[in-house]
C-alpha cells in the first residue's frame, strides 16, 4: 500500500501541530544528532512538547564529558518553546532517572511526571511513558544494560568512521548500528514482547493507547484494540510522533542529506526502515 510523503525542502514551511512528542536524543553523547534535531524544531510549531525520557544521557556522562555548544542549544531552544508558552512535559527514562526525583513538580510551563495520560483532540487517551520499566533486562539485570550500552555505542563509533566513507562517496547516511540492532532483537522477539508488555499496562490503566520510546525503534500500529506508537530517537533515525490538529498521529522521519535536509511524515504506517 502506498503511504502518504510529505517532503520538506531544506528551508520549509513551519506545520503547526497540537502535540509533539520526541524521546531518546541522549544529549551528552558524540552519537546524538542535536544539530539534526535543532534543523527539525525549526520545522513545527506545536501547543504540547512531551520529552519521553533519555534526553540527558547521564549513563555517559557519568563516564566523561562530552558537551559541545549545539547540545546547549538543544535545551535553551526547548526552554524557550516553554518560556513563549508551549506546555512542556518531561518523563525521565532510564538514561536520565536521576529527574525522577522531580516527578510530580512543576517550574513555570515546564513539568515533570513518571508517566501522563494524553487526550487527543478526537477524545481518545494515550498513555504516555518512557517504557524502560517494562524492559526486564534494565528492571532486573541492570548490569547487563549497562554492559549492552557500552557494546551500543562501540557499534555507533564505528557506524560514525562508516559514514564518514559514505559521505566521501557522495552516499547518503546508513545506520549500521541501527540494522544490527533491528536483526538482533527481531531474532530474540524483543521487540514484540516489550509493545506487548507497553500495550496491556495502558489497557490496564483504561486508555485506547500507548505512546513511549527507549528500544529506539520508531512504529506505530494497532494492537487489538490498542494503539502502540513509538517515538523513535534522535541517535539513529532521527524520528519524532506529531498529533495534527484533527487528532491523528504522524511518524515523522527526519534525514540527515548531503546537501540540506528533508523530512518525511508516514501518518500510518511503521517506520520500519528507520530501525
Request: with cysteine; hydrophobic share 40%; glycine share 8%.
Amino acid at each position: 500500500m502506498d503511504m502518504p510523503v510529505t517532503s520538506l525542502t531544506p528551508r520549509p514551511e513551519v506545520k503547526h501541530y497540537r502535540a509533539l512528542f520526541i524521546s531518546d536524543i541522549h544529549l551528552g553523547t558524540k552519537a546524538c544528532q542535536a544539530a539534526a534535531f535543532l534543523e527539525f524544531l525549526k520545522t513545527v510549531e506545536t501547543d504540547k512538547i512531551y520529552l519521553v525520557g533519555d534526553i540527558v544521557d547521564f549513563w555517559r556522562l557519568g563516564r566523561g564529558i562530552h558537551w559541545p555548544q549545539v547540545h546547549n542549544d538543544v535545551l535553551q531552544k526547548l526552554l524557550r518553546r516553554a518560556r513563549k508558552g508551549t506546555e512542556l512535559i518531561v518523563i525521565p527514562g532510564n538514561h536520565d532517572e536521576v529527574l525522577r526525583d522531580y516527578c510530580g513538580s512543576t517550574f513555570g510551563a515546564i513539568r515533570v511526571e513518571r508517566d501522563t495520560i494524553h487526550e487527543a483532540a478526537d477524545g481518545k487517551r494515550y498513555l504516555v511513558m518512557h517504557g524502560d520499566e517494562f524492559d526486564v533486562v534494565v528492571r532486573y539485570a541492570k548490569w547487563i544494560a549497562f554492559l549492552g550500552d557500552g557494546a551500543y555505542n562501540f557499534a555507533l563509533w564505528i557506524n560514525t568512521h562508516f559514514n564518514t566513507m559514505r559521505r566521501w562517496f557522495g552516499l547518503p547516511y546508513w545506520s549500521l548500528s541501527a540494522y544490527l540492532k533491528h536483526k538482533v532483537k527481531r531474532a530474540v522477539n524483543y521487540i514484540g514482547e516489550f509493545e506487548a508488555a507497553l500495550v496491556q499496562e495502558a489497557a490496564r490503566r483504561g486508555t485506547q493507547g500507548v505512546i513511549c520510546g527507549h528500544i529506539h525503534h520508531a512504529a506505530k500500529r494497532q494492537i487489538g484494540e490498542m494503539t502502540y506508537i513509538n517515538t523513535g530517537d534522535w541517535v539513529e533515525s532521527c524520528t519524532a510522533v506529531a498529533e495534527t490538529q484533527a487528532g491523528t498521529f504522524e511518524i515523522i522521519r527526519w534525514t540527515p542529506a548531503i546537501s540540506g535536509v528533508r523530512s518525511q511524515a508516514f501518518p500510518d504506517e511503521e517506520l520500519e526502515a528507520a530501525a
